[in-house]
């Protein structure tokens, strides 16, 4: 056995080489192109201190918590056999951890902003607020529906290829539709709403399903939840904005 | 002392965004399976580590990369910064008369040729730093038996990054329509997918969701508004939008073009992936 000091010792090595590329083309840009010195160095050196011991920190938690509470439950839901209590379950992690999501808080306002100077919605406070709430819980919605989609879909082992195909078949359909200032904010949203916490959990969660249920491929049925996360709500978004104008 | 409460607040801020995440998992596990979790003392350390190295990171981000990296995505696209950097190459073939006008004329789209590799360099960068992707990368390569190399598949979602960002760049640019490169992307991905190893599928559609989260998305964001207040004719709350877009989609076309070469260059590799997955699944 390593001792645990060498392999943090490690782990803070392969968090500082992933972080390295960053440095480097930051340095390149700003001495070279931009022709101008590194302002704030020493800010700058304890903020990458700060972000290599907590990448560190966070890739430890990953493989204690995350990982090992996904698979878990996976397997304990799938020896309950209760399909329901699964997919509630599923329902209400990508609901939940969609929600909170502030860099999906930060879409919707930004959209709200749009379709008030577009003229879809009066251009007051309370109008603006109202449009980011409904937009807001309407990613969080198609992303907990995304979740039982994918777990529906691991249970009964359908490949991913024809329900990914038919969301693509949609979103270009609806892009046909729907009011222009929107398809930016729908296509973007869909990047958004998957976050550092999210995947882990639910790359856990498929892949432990994937291989407690006879007849399925972790590799194969395991992956794909966070694709359909990232589809249902271009999806929604714009059927939102088509409802809205 | 100033960093320490800096760093208390945003140790809550992580809190509170866990903490639902925390209550699902924790009301499920005693409501509706009624079991002890097992090792929970080990979780729990895990989910404080979680917390705690995002914390920080987050925290590291806010001081040294967010402002920096926001402060060259707007000097990048600067006009007069392009304007230099058009008279410092082709200066010589430049007429009068653009040079007189320089404040009016519109810029070619070669000529923000430095953003473009600006925008190529730093998704490749922020990729390989991207907490969710490693995650998605460590299982990958578990549950492929370790025929799926973490590093191989972190470089191939960083091109499919790079390139996207840089093309999203050129589009905000020459101001073309989002949803035709979307619906092109689309169709590639289609077409890979008729003829990609089956097996890697699944993972190639979840790498492009994966990419875009903690440290990219500020940064491309930055770069997409900036270059959309600067260009003339663009507005940044329209045009602004797009660029996390061809960053979700490009993944998912490199990932595949990354397995589909492997295939073809080994198949010896892909024959033995194949085995140690079909064990895997015995």
């Known amino acids: 056995m390593k001792s645990p000091i060498i392999h943090f010792a490690k782990t803070i090595a392969s968090s500082a080489r992933d972080l390295a590329p960053i440095a480097i083309v930051i340095a390149f840009f700003q001495l070279f192109i931009l022709k101008q010195p590194i302002p704030n160095m020493d800010e700058i050196a304890l903020g990458s201190i700060l972000v290599v011991v907590g990448l560190t920190f966070f890739v430890y938690g990953l493989e204690m918590g995350l990982f090992p509470i996904g698979e878990s439950m996976a397997f304990s839901f799938a020896r309950k056999g209760s399909v329901f209590w699964l997919l509630t379950f599923a329902f209400c992690l990508g609901f939940g951890t969609t929600v909170a999501e502030p860099a999906l808080i930060a879409v919707s306002q930004k959209a709200a902003r749009i379709a008030a100077q577009g003229g879809v919605i009066e251009t007051t406070d309370i109008a603006i607020k109202q449009y980011a709430r409904g937009l807001k819980f309407t990613v969080a919605f198609s992303v907990g529906l995304a979740a039982i989609v994918g777990v529906l879909r691991i249970i009964k082992g359908w490949p991913i290829q024809w329900i990914i195909m038919g969301g693509y078949l949609l979103v270009v359909g609806m892009t046909m539709i729907a009011p222009v200032e929107i398809i930016g904010i729908a296509y973007d949203s869909g990047g958004v709403t998957t976050s550092t916490i999210t995947v882990p959990l639910m790359t856990a969660l498929g892949i432990g399903l994937a291989s407690s249920i006879k007849g399925r491929n972790p590799m194969l049925d395991g992956f794909g939840l966070i694709a359909l996360a990232s589809l249902t709500p271009m999806i929604f978004v714009m059927a939102y904005g088509m409802l809205y104008s | 002392m100033n960093e320490l409460i800096k760093f208390f607040w945003t140790f809550l801020h992580t809190i509170t965004d866990v903490l639902p995440i925390a209550g699902i998992i924790f009301g499920f596990q005693f409501l509706v399976i009624r079991k ?11 989910f404080f580590y979680v917390i705690f190295g995002l914390a920080l990171f987050l925290q590291g981000l806010e001081d040294a990369l967010f402002p920096i990296g926001k402060l060259m995505a707007a000097q990048l696209t600067d006009p007069e910064f392009i304007r230099q950097s058009v008279f410092a190459s082709v200066a010589k073939t430049i007429p009068e008369t653009i040079a007189q006008g320089a404040q009016i004329i519109e810029f070619h789209w070669s000529q923000y040729f430095w953003v ?3 925008a190529f360099t730093i998704g490749f960068s922020t990729t390989i730093a991207e ?6 990368a460590i299982k990958a390569n578990e549950v492929s038996g370790g025929s799926i190399g973490i590093w191989g598949l972190r470089i191939a979602v960083a091109i499919g990054v790079a390139f ?7 589009r905000i640019v020459t101001g073309l329509p989002l949803h035709w490169f979307i619906i092109s992307g689309y169709i590639i991905v289609v077409i890979q997918t008729l003829y990609s190893p089956k097996l890697i599928i699944p993972l190639a559609y979840d790498s492009g969701g994966v990419t875009t989260s903690t440290v990219t998305v500020p940064i491309v964001a930055a770069l997409g508004i900036g270059l959309a207040t600067s ?4 507005s940044p709350l329209i045009d602004g939008f797009g660029l996390i877009a061809f960053a979700s989609l490009f993944p998912i076309i490199s990932v595949l073009a990354y397995a589909q070469l492997s295939e073809w260059y080994g198949k010896k590799n892909t024959e033995q992936f194949n085995k140690v ?3 895997k699944r015995e």
């Open chain 2, 36 to 46: 002890k979790i097992p090792n929970l003392k080990r979780v729990l350390t895990g």
């Open chain 2, 116 to 118: 473009y590799i600006f």
């Open chain 2, 131 to 136: 907490p969710s992707l490693l995650a998605v």
């Open chain 2, 164 to 170: 996207g960002i840089s093309l999203g760049s050129w």
């Open chain 2, 231 to 234: 260009v003339p004719g663009r």
């Open chain 2, 277 to 279: 997955t079909t064990k």
